[in-house]
């Protein structure tokens, strides 16, 4: 195959050696052989015999030897994680960054990240330090301590692996059969020309972008000076590995990302709609958001948190849950997004951590305990359940349930007035909504339901009112009792 332009064969369980007749591929201008089990040397062949190679991917194998010569002229090069040794090739480090050779521990020559090369004579040292090493590593502690963080290394890896796709400059887009170059997304939006731009937010731009398929994305896209911060750049990265993790139809999808240090975003399922919070803004939308669209965003939501607290290995808590954060399509049904500050829950850790989500949705105990738990996204769940039937925040209501003067008010004349009074069927739903959302709203966590136990509510058969809404107070509705908490 002579004229083959492009092999990839990464992430497979291919073994034994590179064959050198891979050189008689003179056309070849992308290789990849990365994510397999190849042993033996690099060949000098791919670098000295193919001229048109202009990206090489041989990381995450066995290779042993030296580096080529030859491999400094490849446009793009990524070495890393095999078991080189010897000299850095000269003038390696003016073409490629000292990423594309992490993992090579036996690599030396004064490029950043890696020890100077040793003198010839040193070459007995060498050999003794090869020699006892392998006998200090057998004693029993370190054996055992190795072991562990060879666990954690591994999941670590596999994560890093994944969020370092082509090096940043080809990646995949899942739920699609074949690649889509970088070219193409800087071609799609100019460059992320700001026309494109939808919105904006604390951890980037998001833009518009339609691909040569004809579909039309969202690209999340963190900025030159964030990408340099490392609490913009954890939360990137965070966000990659929770939603490469999880699918559930209320949950936004993450078609693919590009990680690379020059140029960090995620690419989304684009929501025609926006986000909640702007429509229920917007007078002529949130009319068009009836009360049966609002009901099924409100489940939604509790199903797609339900799977997060429940379904998931480990529990994942949001910790922003927000009218902001959910994202409406054209048949404007629900998806939670924005998972930048989400937590995975360690059983064996206290989950202490820095005060992080939107004020008028975190929960009171959060200020005072630091602790993220479950019962955190459960308080905010019921803000959001709250301003969607209500069509406002609900800074007031909340401000006043310790008083005395809501003791009177009545459920209907907290409604959203800007739409038509709900019949008899709906009437019973919102009925159930205010119930839960209250009882969400509970100051202590612990007389919280889980968000299993709303889901369930929501899917369970519903009984219906003795009372219209008219005659239904707020105290009721808190003092309602939810048999399942």
């Not at 002579?2 to 064959?19: E, R, T």
């Not at 004809?214 to 954890?234: C, Q, S, W, Y």
């Amino acid at each position: 195959m002579k004229s083959l332009s492009s092999l990839y064969l990464d992430h497979n369980n291919l073994i034994g050696h590179i064959p050198t007749q891979i050189g008689n591929l003179r056309s070849l201008k992308d290789l990849d052989l990365s994510h397999n089990f190849i042993s033996g040397e690099a060949p000098v062949e791919i670098g000295s015999t193919i001229d048109n190679l202009r990206r090489l991917d041989i990381s995450y194998n066995n290779l042993i030897g030296n580096i080529p010569k030859s491999y400094v002229a490849i446009q793009i090069v990524n070495l890393s994680y095999n078991s080189l040794a010897g000299p850095i090739p000269l003038d390696f480090d003016k073409f490629h960054t000292p990423d594309t050779l992490i993992g090579n521990k036996y690599l030396g020559g004064g490029f950043m990240g890696f020890p100077p090369c040793l003198p010839t004579s040193n070459k007995s040292i060498v050999t003794k330090v090869k020699f006892f090493v392998p006998i200090a590593i057998s004693l029993g502690f370190l054996v055992l301590g190795g072991f562990l963080l060879c666990r954690r290394m591994v999941k670590k890896t596999q994560f890093e692996s994944r969020s370092e796709t082509k090096n940043g400059n080809l990646f995949s887009i899942w739920n699609y059969d074949g690649h889509i170059a970088y070219e193409d997304i800087i071609e799609a939006t100019e460059d992320f020309d700001i026309k494109y731009c939808i919105g904006a937010g604390g951890y980037g731009s998001v833009y518009k972008a339609k691909l040569p398929c004809g579909k039309v994305i969202a690209l999340k896209k963190l900025h030159r000076l964030e990408a340099e911060n490392p609490t913009f750049d954890m939360s990137f990265r965070n966000e990659v590995k929770v939603l490469t993790e999880i699918r559930h139809r209320n949950i936004i999808k993450l078609h693919g990302f590009c990680l690379h240090k020059r140029c960090m975003f995620l690419v989304y399922e684009y929501m025609e709609r926006g986000s909640l919070f702007c429509i229920l803004n917007n007078d002529v939308e949130a009319i068009e958001l009836d009360w049966s669209k609002r009901l099924n965003i409100i489940k939604g939501t509790a199903h797609a948190l339900s799977y997060m607290h429940h379904e998931c290995i480990p529990t994942i808590v949001h910790r922003d849950i927000t009218s902001n954060n959910i994202l409406l399509n054209n048949k404007l049904e629900a998806s939670v997004s924005d998972f930048g500050t989400a937590k995975l829950l360690d059983p064996d850790s206290s989950n202490q951590t820095l005060v992080v989500g939107t004020y008028g949705y975190i929960a009171p105990e959060f200020a005072y305990t630091m602790k993220v738990t479950e019962k955190c996204d459960v308080f905010s769940f019921g803000v959001v359940a709250l301003e969607i039937i209500m069509g406002r925040h609900p800074t007031e209501l909340l401000t006043s349930l310790s008083s005395s003067s809501s003791q009177n008010m009545m459920l209907h004349e907290i409604l959203d007035q800007r739409l038509p009074p709900p019949n008899h069927l709906v009437q019973q739903d919102i009925f159930l909504v205010a119930t839960i959302a209250f009882a969400c709203l509970h100051e202590k966590p612990k007389s919280r339901p889980t968000m299993k136990c709303v889901s369930q509510e929501f899917l369970s058969q519903k009984k219906p009112i003795a009372k219209p809404l008219q005659a239904l107070s707020l105290w009721q509705l808190r003092n309602q009792k939810m048999y399942m908490i």
